[in-house]
């Protein structure tokens, strides 16, 4: 994979995840008999905005990660760019739907505190799981992976 086009993929993950994220919600009222409008204006503009950003975060955070690193691409780079692309976005991926589902499967009041402060915190963790997936790319770079970047 070419430097430029994997430098751009942290971007455009930055803005379409969210968009995932709004699209699980507004599946998630449709199948529980929620207003999708009513529950995004008003009191829960907040909260939906904070989702928005929660999402977001790690990609901007590679985003920037790939760029600096990326200035000069070595194939060790390139590979780490790619696994902590692919780290990041299999963790978010996991960590978002643990959340839908339990919000599909959950009966009765309340919330589950437990996912709702992994949410709050991923910011934190998901870059270790970036630096994680770098390191290792790099470590363990796949020849066949470098198409021509040396």
């Known amino acids: 994979m070419e430097a430029k086009t994997l430098r751009k993929i942290p971007w455009v993950l930055s803005v379409f995840y969210p968009l995932y994220v709004l699209v ?17 204006v008003g009191e829960e503009l907040g909260p ?3 989702r928005v950003i929660i999402a977001a975060l790690p990609f901007i955070t ?3 990660f790939s760029y600096s690193k990326l200035k000069n691409p ?7 760019i790619l696994v ?10 996991a960590l978002w739907g643990c ?14 505190i437990g996912l709702g402060i992994l949410l709050f915190l991923s910011p ?20 066949a992976m470098n198409n021509g970047v040396s």
């Open 124 to 143: 934190l963790y998901l870059p270790f799981f970036m630096l994680l997936g770098f390191f290792l790319g790099k470590r363990y770079a796949c020849p």
């Open 48 to 50: 939906a905005l904070m």
């Open 84 to 93: 902590a692309t692919l780290s990041v976005l299999f963790t978010s991926i």
């Open 74 to 80: 070595s194939s060790q780079n390139v590979n780490g």
């Open 24 to 40: 699980m919600e507004y599946i998630f009222c449709q199948c529980s008999s929620r207003s999708f409008y009513t529950s995004h």
């Open 62 to 64: 590679l985003g920037v």
């Open 99 to 112: 959340i839908f589902c339990d919000a599909f499967t959950r009966r009765g009041g309340g919330a589950n």
